[in-house]
């Protein structure tokens, strides 16, 4: 595998409620790069919420246009691209994204992603009308599904506990990855 320039952009992937978009938000920050939601990106090319569009027109419509906004992102330059959790594992996408930008897994514990998703459940499709313990199992065997998926990624950042997102250890990472390839 070709390994990504330090000048690539960035795309952080893991699971629904991994801290995607608020550590996409920081890092973009930190290094003054403009930040990008996908979700967000599909969303205003529908004109829909993501909610609407999975009632409306289905989940395969859904990963078509998610394959696309993520391709269209090609010609950005200096971004932080926060992926939605299913992106990496359709259309052949994490293969796409290796070949054009730095992946980061975002990977925090089943708990955490818990406790998060319980209060995000209504507008995420997939997590809809499951009581606690549907909710846990669906998170368990997903992740499992997913995680040689994620594990793709060209840097691995492993939250143990529910502490705040280190930003400062994603870019000490991504130092050293960029180190070790030159
Ligand atoms: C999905 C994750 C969501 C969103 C859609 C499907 C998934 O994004 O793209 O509901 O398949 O894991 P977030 O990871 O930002 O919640």
Known sequence: MKRPTEEMNIYLIGFMGSGKSTIGRL?????????????EHIV??????????????????FR?????VLRN????????????????????????????????????????????LVKGQEK??????KNLEELETFIQQKLEERRPVYEQA????????DDAPSVELIIKKMKAYHANSS
């Not at 994490?94 to 089943?110: E, K, R, Y």
Request: proline fraction near 3%.
């Open 73 to 116: 992102t090609m010609t950005l330059e200096k971004a932080v691209v926060s992926c939605g959790g299913g992106t990496p594992c359709f259309e052949n996408n994490m293969n796409w994204i290796n070949q054009h930008g730095i992946s980061i897994f975002i990977d925090p514990t089943v708990e955490v992603l818990l406790n998060r």
């Open 27 to 39: 890092l973009a920050e930190a290094l003054a790069y403009q930040w990008v939601d996908l979700d």
């Open 154 to 161: 060209h840097i691995h950042y492993q939250q143990a506990q």
């Open 124 to 129: 995420r499709p997939l997590l809809r009308e």
């Open 64 to 68: 078509k246009e998610e394959a696309t």
């Open 44 to 61: 205003t090319r529908n004109q829909m919420s993501v909610r609407g569009i999975f009632k409306k027109y289905g989940e395969r419509f």
